[in-house]
Structure formats: C-alpha cells, structure tokens
C-alpha cells in the first residue's frame, strides 16, 4: 500500500497491495479513465499499450487521456449548468491553462464549451493561436506587461473577454493602455476573502498574507476596504468595464465549504458597491481549486457537490443581500488535466540503501528513473504525494518499500517518497506516475541541462504528438557561445 504524507487519503482500496498494481482489467483513480493493465500485464491508456508507446516516443513521456481531459471538462461543464439552472442563473467555465496548455488542448477545451484562463503572455499567445474565440479568454496576473495588456486589449474584434486586476495601481495602468490604444477594456477585480483553502501554503491564494488581490476587508472600521477603494477607482474611468469580482481561494481543495464562504464574502461586497454606486456588477468568478485523487483511496471533489453546494451559496447570499443572483463563473485546471495525465519513465539504477537504526524501515529501495524534479517539481516545492506502478509487466515478487527518484544533481530529486514496488523491478522496467497531467509539463524546467519531455495524447488506438521532446541541441541553440 502506498504511504503518503501531505494529503488526506480516504479509505483503503485492499486490492491495491497487489505488486504490480491491481489485476486485469480498469485500474481506476488514480490513473486515467480508459487505463486497463492488459492479459500480458501491461496496461494501455487509450487504447494504446504503454511499452509500444514508450518504445515508440521514448521516456520521459507525458501522456493525456484526451478522453478523460475531454469527459472532465464536460462533467463539470454539465453539473454546474444543471445546478445553476435550477436558480435561473448562468454559469461559465473558463479552463486554467496553467494546469497545462498548449494549442491541441485549447481546442479540446472549446470543443468542450469553455473558455481559456490565462496568466501570461505565452499562455495568452497559446490559446489565441490556438483559435479560441478572444471573447472567451481571461488574463490574471499580480504584475501584468504591457506587451500582455496590449494584446489582450486588441485582440479578436474588442479585446479578450475579461483582465482580472490585482492591484490599485493597475487599476489606473489598464485604463491608461485602453485609452492609449482607443479601446475599452473588460475587467474584473480579484479579490482576497480570508478564506484559506488548499493543499499547501504556497497553493492556497484567498487569505491576506500574500501577493494576489485585493481584501474585501477594511484595515480599520470604518474605512473602505481596498477592494471597495479599487473597485470605486474603476467605476471612475471610462476605459474601464467592469464585469465582476473574482475570488480564486487556493488549490487541490476538497472540501467546498471555503467556495461557500468565498462567494458570501464576494456577493456581500458585490452590494456593497451597488449601494454605495448604484452599480450591481453582473459576474461573480469563483476561481478554480476543484481538488483530485492523486493516491489510491483518495476520494476527488464530485463535480455535482461542488456545482449543487455553490449555486446554493450564492443564491443564498444573493437573497440575504437583496441582490439579483450574480452570473458565476469558474477557473478549474487540476481537475481538469490533473488525473488524464501520467507520466512515463524508464526505471535505471535500483539500489537497496539501509536506514540508520530505529528507523521506520530498516531499508528502503532507491529506483531510480529518467526524469525527476526537472517535469515533476511538486513533490520538492509542496510535499506533494504521488503514486507509481510499473506498467510494462505484472510481478508476483513481494513488494517492498521504494523511492522513486529522478537523475538530478539534488538529494531532493524526489517524484515519489512512498510506494510499494515489487521486489524485482530492474533496469529496463516502465514505471508510470499517475495524476501528472496538470502542473507537471508546464512547471517543468530543464535543470541539469536535462531537455524537457515531450507529451503526446491517447484516445481510441491513436497517438497524437501535442508537444514535441526537447533536446539538447534545442538546449544549445539558447546558448549564445
Ligand atoms: C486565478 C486562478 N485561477 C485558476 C487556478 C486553477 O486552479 P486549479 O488548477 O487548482 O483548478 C489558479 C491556480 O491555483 C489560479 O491562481
Ligand atoms: N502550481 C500549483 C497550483 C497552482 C497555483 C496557482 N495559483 C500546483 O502544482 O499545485
């Protein structure tokens, strides 16, 4: 059985503790929907055998589901419609393409009926070149520039749907790009409610300590808070359209209860401003955060209890301000491409390595494999817990309790602390770590000079290369001698 640290892991699933992963037939969460460990004891994802792909493309590779990616975004799309339904209101989904983005994955998300949230230039460049309808296409950031403004004020027919401002003085510094350009900008103001959610400190956006946002909160009685000052600020310039107000409270969240009181903190100074000015914005976002199943057991956040669980908060908090229910909007990445993706390695070295005395374990197995912290940084900057199987073959040696680790300088080059492996594994055997679709390629980088791994998506028997290998001539071409 996989030992974890820094999640919560639900109730354990017994036939788990088989070596080598579970017997024939769908492995289930964590690994992608259409993954199945077939009669030879290989398992293919989309109809595609893993040790044909791996020889194929090589390791590291990223793999996506598309049809998990796909059936994700629309079982959220679908449970918020419903849910909003119910109350009359309207709901939109904006991907986040953080999680990862590239031109095929943009399509994928239209296609799916949401639009794309974006937080940089590349990210912005991404989804345009991609073909997503400007209208449909968000841009966030604490310290925007002016190439970024610049384009999401012109392109498409009158600029991109929304720019979410962070600050005070952004306030004054879009309108002043709008105006310089002749156009008007769409904005939204991101907001800070105090409510902490999330995996991890550095994941976890809504509470005050930290550089996103503006808190809806006064410093002192009496006073207006920065929020409201921010929010009076844009009202007052005529570039400025101000769509709504946007709370994104953290990351892997897993319990709803913080949306509930984010978007009663939101709705609470949506009228506030509306009595002060008249003005009741029409959008509430309520950013993204949905949590996901990383290890076997986990339990993911249901799409329909968080779209049932937040339309009631927000038409409460609508009823309880005497305001008309809000258009909502939502962010999601992670849950999105988060568990339609894993990543392939190569298992090398295998080394046996005795703990000092009166540790837990008197020896721990140290595999080590192809890639490492360079395409997967989560478990060295947050803790973050991860499950590993060996993919190309079933074991009947025991298990044994292993450490995945990558092939960078660091001791610290840690993808997987804990997991049971069967005795035997060796050089030459595949591993696959599950749930690495979001946060994984796009916050990969190239230390040690190790080039980044390619990702390719499977569906119904065909691999469709998405973004190519990096190499080391790619690497030296950056290298101005
Ligand atoms: C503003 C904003 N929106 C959306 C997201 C996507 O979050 P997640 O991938 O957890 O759904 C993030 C990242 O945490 C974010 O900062
Ligand atoms: N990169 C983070 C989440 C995104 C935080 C952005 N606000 C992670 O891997 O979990």
């Not at 999330?198 to 410093?219: C, M, N, R, W």
């Not at 192809?370 to 940084?377: A, F, L, R």
């Not at 390619?454 to 973004?467: I, K, Q, S």
Request: charged residues 25%.
């Amino acid at each position: 059985m996989t030992a974890t640290s820094g999640h919560d892991a639900g109730p354990a699933d017994d036939s788990r503790d088989l070596p080598g992963g579970l017997p024939d037939g769908p492995l289930g969460l964590p690994w992608p929907r259409t993954a199945v460990r077939r009669a030879d004891g290989s398992v293919a994802v989309g109809d595609v055998g893993l040790p044909e792909l791996a020889a194929a493309q090589g390791t590291p590779l990223y793999v996506v589901d598309e049809r998990d990616m796909r059936e994700r975004a629309a079982a959220l799309r679908d449970a918020m419609t419903t849910a909003f339904a119910e109350h009359g209101a309207e709901v939109e989904l904006f991907y986040a393409g953080k999680a990862f983005l590239c031109r095929a994955v943009a399509r994928w998300m239209s296609q799916e009926g949401l639009g794309i949230d974006t937080a940089s230039l590349g990210e912005l460049t991404t989804a345009l070149s991609a073909g997503v309808d400007a209208a449909r296409v968000g841009l966030h950031g604490n310290n925007k520039s002016d190439e970024e403004l610049e384009l999401a004020l012109t392109a498409g027919d009158k600029g991109i749907g929304r720019v979410v401002l962070d600050s005070l003085v952004e306030v004054d510094r879009v309108a002043d790009v709008a105006a310089g350009l002749g156009v008007r900008a769409r904005v939204m103001l991101r907001v800070t409610t105090g409510v902490h959610a999330g995996g991890h400190e550095y994941i976890s956006t809504g509470h005050e300590d930290q550089k996103f946002g503006l808190s809806v909160h006064p410093a002192r009685p009496g006073e207006d808070s920065p929020a409201l000052t921010a929010l009076l600020a844009i009202l007052a310039r005529p570039e400025l359209d101000l769509l709504g107000l946007h709370s994104h409270i953290g990351s892997q969240i897993l319990d709803p209860a913080g949306f509930d009181a984010a978007a009663r903190e939101v709705l609470r100074v949506r009228a506030e401003l509306a009595e002060r000015t008249g003005v009741l914005v029409p959008e509430v976002d309520l950013g993204g955060g949905f949590g996901v199943a990383y290890l076997p057991g986990e339990v993911e956040l249901d799409p329909e209890r968080i779209a049932k669980e937040t339309a009631a908060a927000v038409v409460e908090a609508a009823a309880e301000t005497g305001t008309a229910v809000p258009r909502v909007s939502f962010e999601p990445g992670r849950s999105i491409a988060g568990p339609a993706g894993l990543t392939l390695y190569t298992v090398g070295t295998v080394k046996p390595v005795r703990l000092p005395e009166g540790s837990e374990l008197a020896e721990r197995l140290y595999v080590s494999i192809d890639g490492g912290m360079g395409d997967n940084i989560r478990p060295a900057l947050y803790g973050a817990a991860y499950h590993a199987e060996l993919v190309g073959r079933t074991s009947s040696a025991p298990p044994v309790r292993a450490r995945v680790v990558g092939k960078h300088c660091e001791s610290g080059d840690i993808v997987v602390h804990d997991v049971d492996l069967p005795a035997d594994v060796h050089a030459g055997d595949l591993l696959a770590v599950a749930v690495t679709g979001a946060y994984g390629r796009s916050m990969a980088s190239t230390y040690n000079l190790l080039p980044r791994p390619g990702v390719v998506a499977v569906r119904d028997g065909e691999v469709t290369p998405l973004v190519r290998r990096e190499s080391v001539a790619d690497l030296l071409a950056l290298d101005l001698g």
